[in-house]
Every structure is written in structure tokens, then in C-alpha cells.
């Protein structure tokens, strides 16, 4: 079955960086279009960043662009997101998601998520 | 930026109940519209996407309906474990959700 796994989760300092990964299994990982989405604390959910199957197609929201970078190494199944210059209201929990083969629309299935929390 | 926006935010029904959720776009989606399950500690659920189809393994009680700027989930006949947090998303123009609404137990 699809499964997506994500790790590198937890307590960094403002200014910090953390480097997030997603293990995909159950799919053709290369094949799919990928994404992070966060929710923070007792909140909502926004989206952050994705990437097409090939890592030719990148987009940021705007909360993000400058300071995270995703990437994905399609010969390991595994979909990255690097942050730095991390602030408190970066902290949430981070979960990864796939969409379609060529193109992203829905997200399905998600990952349990990994907690990112900033705090000195 | 596409604004979403879900009413009520909070609502309190009793299993067995048929219960509207409620989802407007600042500007229109066309059909681009999908909609979420949440349960406490667990990760979203796809339910619905391009606004009433149902996901795989979706039960046929949760429907989905609306186009342009308003949009609406139905739940026909409340199960116990359908209490959850409920958002839409649009994709209309990148990817933004609304605030989410909260089904609890009457």
C-alpha cells in the first residue's frame, strides 16, 4: 500500500535550519508529483512547497520562498525540505503528500507528519 | 491569494444526523475544489475532489456539491466515527485551505 513516512522533525533556535525527509514506498515514486503542507499547533492547514516527478517544476508559498528548498532523490523514494533561517511561526507539524502523475491538484495520501518546533 | 472560507466553524450534531458543511472562494474555482477528513493526532484524509467526486474507499454517506464560490459537504446520516475536523481546499490557482470545520457530538 502507498506509504509515506516523514523524519527530522524537532527543536531548533530562530535563526536554525532543519532538514526534513519523506520516505515514499507502495508507488512509483519518480512517477509523482510531491508536496510538504503544515499545520501549526491547533491550527489550520497551509501549504508550503512541491515538486513535479522530474525536480523540474518547483513552487514556494510565499511564507517560505527564500528560506526552504525541496528537493527529491527519485533513485531513494525521497522527498526533502531543507529550512533555514527558521522563526517560531515556522513551528508546526509538517507532513508530505502526494499528488498526480502529472500535475498536482489533491493531496492523497499524506504522511503521519514530523513536528517542527522553534523556541530558544 | 485565494481566501477560503468554511461555516460555521463549529458544529454540534447527533450521530445519524444529515449535516452541510459550508465552503466559499473569494473568487471562483470553477470545480477545483476538494475536501478533507481530520482526526485528532492523525494526518488529513482526501474525501472529495473536483468537488463531489469521492475519493477511493470513500463511504457513498459523504457527498460533495457546488462550483464557482460556494460549495458544500454532505454527511447523509452521521457514523460515530465521522466527528472530525472537515476542510476544503482549493486548486483552482495554487493550493489554499480554509479554516476548517469542527463536527462534534450533540
Known amino acids: 500500500q502507498v506509504q509515506l513516512v516523514e523524519s527530522g522533525g524537532g527543536l531548533v533556535k530562530p535563526g536554525g535550519s532543519l532538514r526534513l525527509s519523506c520516505a515514499a514506498s507502495?508507488?512509483?515514486?519518480?512517477?509523482?508529483?510531491m508536496t510538504w503542507i503544515r499545520q501549526a499547533p491547533g491550527k489550520g492547514l497551509e501549504w508550503v512547497s512541491y515538486?513535479?516527478?522530474?525536480?523540474?517544476?518547483?513552487y514556494y508559498a510565499d511564507s517560505v520562498r527564500g528560506r526552504f528548498t525541496i528537493s527529491r532523490d527519485n533513485a531513494k523514494n525521497s522527498l526533502y525540505l531543507q529550512m533555514n533561517s527558521l522563526r517560531a511561526d515556522d513551528t508546526a507539524v509538517y507532513y508530505c503528500?502526494?499528488?498526480?502523475?502529472?500535475?498536482?491538484?489533491?493531496?492523497?495520501?499524506w504522511g503521519q507528519g514530523t513536528l517542527v518546533t522553534v523556541s530558544s | 491569494e485565494i481566501v477560503m472560507t468554511q461555516s460555521p466553524a463549529t458544529l454540534s450534531v447527533s450521530p445519524g444526523e444529515r449535516v452541510t458543511l459550508s465552503c466559499r472562494a473569494s473568487?471562483?474555482?470553477?470545480?477545483?475544489l476538494a475536501w478533507y477528513q481530520q482526526k485528532p493526532g492523525q494526518a488529513p484524509r482526501l474525501l472529495i475532489y473536483?468537488?463531489?467526486t469521492r475519493a477511493t474507499g470513500i463511504p457513498a454517506r459523504f457527498s460533495g456539491s457546488g462550483s464557482g464560490t460556494e460549495f458544500t459537504l454532505t454527511v447523509s446520516s452521521l457514523q460515530s466515527e465521522d466527528f472530525a475536523v472537515y476542510y476544503c481546499?482549493?486548486?483552482?490557482?495554487?493550493?489554499?485551505f480554509g479554516q476548517g470545520t469542527k463536527l462534534e457530538i450533540k
Open positions: 503528500a502526494r499528488g498526480e502523475q502529472r500535475i498536482l491538484r489533491w493531496f492523497d495520501p
Open positions: 507502495g508507488f512509483t515514486f519518480s512517477d509523482y508529483y
Open positions: 515538486i513535479s516527478s522530474s525536480g523540474s517544476s518547483i
Open positions: 473568487q471562483s474555482v470553477t470545480s477545483s
Open positions: 473536483g468537488a463531489s
Open positions: 481546499q482549493q486548486y483552482n490557482y495554487y493550493y489554499t
